[in-house]
């Protein structure tokens, strides 16, 4: 089936610093690819998304690109806020009833 | 205008009660979802309707039943609560085709006592 996996946190960072979180995926054919963003106390939002091979998604700072030849989508940001602390979910979806499946979300924490 | 709107926020109620939790989407997409978040953020799929239709059923308890009277409402009803119910339930809507993109609710956290 299909499975995410995105690398455990919390990751602590200092204000500007660089920020990647790794995630990786199993899947038949070819995945949509997304980022989500979970701020204290709200709903999941979409940050970016990516639906074929060699896109780049990009939102707000953030990137990340589909490489399907490491089934990777890193999440990528230059220089975090404090207003970046979050938990961050990597997906996937798939054509059959659009099912996400996440990864196990990563909090970060941005320290000013 | 909320894309999606999940009711109640809150819900506290004791072991063995009946719950409902109500969703509406104003996005006009014919796909809804319920998904589980545990205390660790673990975020599991539990059911899915396309246009009233229910489409995804993963392994949840039959004390869960979704009912989907239009293709704008997804309720959750919960019979015999039980501690391990204790989550943050979260509606979405998506957009048509493979490139779905889920719009979510605020979640309704449940705590069971």
């Known amino acids: 089936g299909n499975s995410v996996t995105q690398m455990e946190g919390p990751v602590t960072l200092s204000e500007e610093a660089f920020l990647t979180i790794n995630c990786t995926y199993t899947a038949t054919g070819y995945p949509s690819l997304f980022w989500y963003v979970q701020y204290p106390g709200e709903g999941l939002q979409l940050l970016l998304k990516?639906?074929?091979?060699?896109d780049k998604g990009s939102n707000k700072g953030f990137e990340a690109t589909y490489r399907k030849e490491t089934t990777s989508f890193h999440l990528e940001k230059g220089s975090v806020q404090v207003s970046d602390s979050a938990v961050y979910f990597c997906a996937l979806g798939k054509a059959a009833g659009n099912k996400l499946t996440f990864g196990g979300g990563t909090r970060v924490l941005v320290k000013p | 205008d909320t894309a999606v709107s999940q009711t109640p926020k809150y819900l506290v109620t004791q072991m063995g009660n009946d719950k409902s939790i109500k969703c509406e989407q104003n996005?006009?997409?014919?796909?809804m979802y319920w998904y589980k978040q545990d205390s660790k953020k673990f975020l599991k799929i539990m059911f899915s309707y396309n246009n009233k239709e229910l489409i995804i059923n993963e392994t949840v308890p039959n004390r869960f039943s979704p009912k989907s009277p239009d293709k704008a409402h997804l309720n959750l009803h919960i019979n015999s609560l039980e501690l391990g119910d204790s989550a943050v339930y979260f509606c979405?809507?998506?957009?048509?085709?493979?490139?779905?993109?889920?719009?979510f609710g605020q979640g309704t956290r449940l705590t069971v006592v």
């Open positions: 996005l006009g997409h014919d796909t």
């Open positions: 990516a639906t074929k091979a060699d």
């Open positions: 979405a809507s998506t957009t048509p085709g493979q490139r779905a993109e889920a719009f």
